[in-house]
Protein backbone atom coordinates (compact mmCIF):
# COMPACT_ATOMS: atom_id res chain seq x y z
CA UNK A 1 0.00 0.00 0.00
CA UNK A 2 1.50 2.94 -1.15
CA UNK A 3 1.04 6.16 2.05
CA UNK A 4 0.57 9.76 1.45
CA UNK A 5 2.14 10.97 -1.42
CA UNK A 6 3.26 14.61 -1.33
CA UNK A 7 5.60 16.28 -4.63
CA UNK A 8 7.09 18.23 -5.30
CA UNK A 9 9.17 17.23 -1.92
CA UNK A 10 11.52 20.17 -2.58
CA UNK A 11 10.47 23.84 -4.10
CA UNK A 12 12.28 26.62 -4.86
CA UNK A 13 10.40 29.82 -6.05
CA UNK A 14 10.84 33.49 -5.91
CA UNK A 15 9.25 36.50 -4.04
CA UNK A 16 5.69 36.82 -6.07
CA UNK A 17 5.68 33.81 -7.83
CA UNK A 18 3.04 30.83 -7.25
CA UNK A 19 3.71 27.43 -5.29
CA UNK A 20 1.34 24.68 -5.80
CA UNK A 21 1.81 21.70 -3.21
CA UNK A 22 0.31 18.03 -4.40
CA UNK A 23 -1.04 15.09 -1.77
CA UNK A 24 -2.27 11.96 -2.63
CA UNK A 25 -3.84 10.23 0.07
CA UNK A 26 -3.52 6.74 1.15
CA UNK A 27 -5.82 4.74 -0.71
CA UNK A 28 -8.78 4.19 0.45
CA UNK A 29 -8.82 7.84 2.59
CA UNK A 30 -11.00 10.59 2.10
CA UNK A 31 -10.09 13.00 4.32
CA UNK A 32 -7.50 15.34 3.73
CA UNK A 33 -5.17 17.83 6.14
CA UNK A 34 -2.44 20.13 4.89
CA UNK A 35 -0.04 21.42 8.19
CA UNK A 36 2.60 23.73 7.82
CA UNK A 37 6.03 23.69 10.35
CA UNK A 38 7.53 26.76 10.57
CA UNK A 39 11.14 26.95 11.09
CA UNK A 40 11.72 26.34 15.20
CA UNK A 41 8.02 25.76 15.51
CA UNK A 42 5.68 23.14 16.01
CA UNK A 43 2.87 21.67 12.98
CA UNK A 44 0.07 24.23 12.25
CA UNK A 45 -3.36 23.19 11.78
CA UNK A 46 -4.16 24.90 8.35
CA UNK A 47 -7.17 22.91 6.35
CA UNK A 48 -9.01 19.70 6.50
CA UNK A 49 -10.80 18.90 3.43
CA UNK A 50 -12.89 15.56 2.32
CA UNK A 51 -13.69 15.49 -1.78
CA UNK A 52 -14.97 18.21 -3.43
CA UNK A 53 -16.02 20.55 -0.09
CA UNK A 54 -13.30 22.32 2.93
CA UNK A 55 -14.28 21.19 6.20
CA UNK A 56 -12.37 23.49 8.55
CA UNK A 57 -9.83 25.96 7.16
CA UNK A 58 -9.63 27.75 9.98
CA UNK A 59 -5.75 27.49 10.23
CA UNK A 60 -5.55 28.76 6.53
CA UNK A 61 -4.18 32.40 6.46
CA UNK A 62 -6.57 34.95 4.73
CA UNK A 63 -4.74 35.49 1.92
CA UNK A 64 -3.38 33.76 -1.05
CA UNK A 65 -3.09 30.62 -0.08
CA UNK A 66 -6.18 28.46 -1.41
CA UNK A 67 -6.52 24.55 -1.16
CA UNK A 68 -9.14 21.87 -2.94
CA UNK A 69 -9.71 18.54 -3.14
CA UNK A 70 -11.28 17.31 -6.46
CA UNK A 71 -13.48 14.67 -7.24
CA UNK A 72 -10.22 13.08 -9.06
CA UNK A 73 -7.09 13.59 -8.67
CA UNK A 74 -4.74 14.93 -5.41
CA UNK A 75 -5.07 17.52 -3.21
CA UNK A 76 -3.94 20.66 -3.95
CA UNK A 77 -2.62 23.75 -1.57
CA UNK A 78 -1.94 26.86 -3.59
CA UNK A 79 0.21 29.89 -2.55
CA UNK A 80 0.33 32.97 -4.81
CA UNK A 81 2.25 35.57 -4.72
CA UNK A 82 4.77 33.90 -2.66
CA UNK A 83 6.62 36.00 0.14
CA UNK A 84 9.60 34.95 2.55
CA UNK A 85 7.64 33.70 5.35
CA UNK A 86 5.63 30.82 3.22
CA UNK A 87 9.29 29.30 3.63
CA UNK A 88 8.41 25.77 5.36
CA UNK A 89 7.43 22.81 5.43
CA UNK A 90 3.95 21.46 4.70
CA UNK A 91 2.48 18.15 5.47
CA UNK A 92 -0.27 16.47 4.32
CA UNK A 93 -2.23 14.11 6.20
CA UNK A 94 -5.07 11.62 5.39
CA UNK A 95 -7.35 9.60 7.63
CA UNK A 96 -10.09 7.34 6.53
CA UNK A 97 -12.66 8.48 8.35
CA UNK A 98 -13.45 11.09 11.75
CA UNK A 99 -14.82 7.93 14.10
CA UNK A 100 -14.56 8.50 17.51
CA UNK A 101 -12.04 5.34 18.22
CA UNK A 102 -9.51 6.56 15.36
CA UNK A 103 -9.67 10.09 16.10
CA UNK A 104 -6.68 11.74 15.86
CA UNK A 105 -4.85 9.19 14.12
CA UNK A 106 -3.39 10.48 11.09
CA UNK A 107 -0.93 9.10 8.15
CA UNK A 108 1.49 11.84 7.04
CA UNK A 109 3.22 12.13 3.99
CA UNK A 110 7.34 13.45 3.80
CA UNK A 111 6.73 16.62 3.18
CA UNK A 112 6.86 19.63 1.13
CA UNK A 113 9.63 22.22 1.59
CA UNK A 114 9.21 25.27 -0.04
CA UNK A 115 12.32 27.76 -0.11
CA UNK A 116 11.43 31.47 -0.96
CA UNK A 117 14.09 33.32 -2.18
CA UNK B 1 -7.08 27.59 23.36
CA UNK B 2 -5.47 24.60 22.92
CA UNK B 3 -1.96 23.72 23.39
CA UNK B 4 0.79 21.67 23.83
CA UNK B 5 4.45 22.47 25.26
CA UNK B 6 6.98 20.04 24.90
CA UNK B 7 10.73 20.06 26.60
CA UNK B 8 13.46 21.64 24.03
CA UNK B 9 15.49 19.65 22.49
CA UNK B 10 17.61 18.18 20.77
CA UNK B 11 18.23 15.40 23.57
CA UNK B 12 20.95 13.29 23.38
CA UNK B 13 21.66 10.26 25.07
CA UNK B 14 23.96 6.86 24.93
CA UNK B 15 22.42 3.94 23.40
CA UNK B 16 20.70 1.56 26.53
CA UNK B 17 19.68 5.07 28.16
CA UNK B 18 16.55 5.58 29.96
CA UNK B 19 14.06 8.05 28.09
CA UNK B 20 11.87 10.47 29.31
CA UNK B 21 10.19 13.32 26.81
CA UNK B 22 8.09 16.04 28.73
CA UNK B 23 4.99 16.76 27.50
CA UNK B 24 2.28 19.09 28.80
CA UNK B 25 -1.21 20.61 27.64
CA UNK B 26 -3.79 22.78 28.11
CA UNK B 27 -7.26 22.44 26.26
CA UNK B 28 -10.74 22.89 26.84
CA UNK B 29 -12.95 19.62 27.18
CA UNK B 30 -11.20 16.19 27.20
CA UNK B 31 -8.86 15.57 24.77
CA UNK B 32 -7.22 12.61 23.42
CA UNK B 33 -3.32 12.57 23.50
CA UNK B 34 -0.70 11.25 21.45
CA UNK B 35 2.93 11.31 20.78
CA UNK B 36 3.95 10.89 16.92
CA UNK B 37 7.58 10.17 15.78
CA UNK B 38 9.31 11.47 12.48
CA UNK B 39 12.46 9.68 11.71
CA UNK B 40 14.70 11.13 9.28
CA UNK B 41 13.47 11.89 5.78
CA UNK B 42 10.04 10.45 6.62
CA UNK B 43 6.64 11.89 7.62
CA UNK B 44 5.19 11.30 10.97
CA UNK B 45 4.06 8.19 12.14
CA UNK B 46 1.64 7.74 15.13
CA UNK B 47 3.43 5.96 18.01
CA UNK B 48 1.25 5.88 20.54
CA UNK B 49 -1.55 7.12 21.90
CA UNK B 50 -4.05 6.96 25.27
CA UNK B 51 -7.78 8.94 24.94
CA UNK B 52 -8.96 9.20 28.62
CA UNK B 53 -7.10 9.70 31.90
CA UNK B 54 -4.95 7.10 33.38
CA UNK B 55 -4.83 5.43 30.29
CA UNK B 56 -1.40 3.83 29.15
CA UNK B 57 -0.50 4.04 25.26
CA UNK B 58 2.65 1.96 24.64
CA UNK B 59 4.13 1.25 21.79
CA UNK B 60 7.99 -0.46 20.15
CA UNK B 61 9.16 0.03 24.33
CA UNK B 62 7.96 3.18 24.82
CA UNK B 63 5.07 4.67 27.01
CA UNK B 64 3.16 7.37 28.07
CA UNK B 65 0.58 7.83 30.84
CA UNK B 66 -2.59 10.50 30.35
CA UNK B 67 -2.15 12.25 33.72
CA UNK B 68 -5.27 14.27 34.05
CA UNK B 69 -4.32 15.91 37.56
CA UNK B 70 -0.70 17.56 35.88
CA UNK B 71 -1.51 17.99 32.27
CA UNK B 72 0.73 15.56 31.31
CA UNK B 73 1.66 13.16 28.82
CA UNK B 74 5.54 12.51 29.22
CA UNK B 75 6.92 9.59 27.22
CA UNK B 76 9.56 7.27 28.29
CA UNK B 77 11.65 4.24 27.09
CA UNK B 78 13.82 1.83 29.64
CA UNK B 79 16.28 1.10 27.21
CA UNK B 80 16.49 3.57 23.73
CA UNK B 81 18.74 2.20 20.78
CA UNK B 82 20.21 4.65 17.84
CA UNK B 83 17.49 3.60 15.66
CA UNK B 84 15.08 5.41 18.14
CA UNK B 85 17.37 8.66 16.98
CA UNK B 86 14.11 10.85 15.44
CA UNK B 87 12.09 13.78 16.53
CA UNK B 88 9.09 13.37 18.70
CA UNK B 89 6.12 15.20 18.38
CA UNK B 90 3.64 15.84 21.27
CA UNK B 91 -0.47 16.38 20.28
CA UNK B 92 -3.54 16.34 21.24
CA UNK B 93 -7.37 16.32 19.62
CA UNK B 94 -10.63 17.56 21.23
CA UNK B 95 -13.91 17.93 19.51
CA UNK B 96 -14.69 16.32 16.16
CA UNK B 97 -12.95 15.55 13.01
CA UNK B 98 -9.08 15.00 13.18
CA UNK B 99 -7.81 18.12 13.92
CA UNK B 100 -4.77 17.98 16.39
CA UNK B 101 -2.71 20.52 18.05
CA UNK B 102 1.20 19.12 17.84
CA UNK B 103 3.96 20.42 20.41
CA UNK B 104 7.29 21.93 18.89
CA UNK B 105 8.59 18.39 18.78
CA UNK B 106 11.76 17.18 20.29
CA UNK B 107 14.32 15.89 18.67
CA UNK B 108 16.57 12.73 20.41
CA UNK B 109 19.92 11.36 19.14
CA UNK B 110 21.03 8.30 20.47
CA UNK B 111 24.75 7.56 20.56
CA UNK B 112 26.81 3.99 20.75
Known amino acids: NAGVMQNPRHLVRRRGQEARLRCSPM?????VYWYRQLPEEGLKFMVY????????ESGMPKERFSAEFPKEGPSILRIQQVVRGDSAAYFCASSSSTAARTAGELFFGEGSRLTVL | GDSVTQMEGPVTLSEEAFLTINCTYTATGYPSLFWYVQYPGEGLQLLLK?????DKGSNKGFEATYRKETTSFHLEKGSVQVSDSAVYFCALHTGGGNKLTFGTGTQLKVEL
Open chain 1, 49 to 56: LQKENIID
Open chain 1, 27 to 31: KGHSH
Open chain 2, 50 to 54: ATKAD
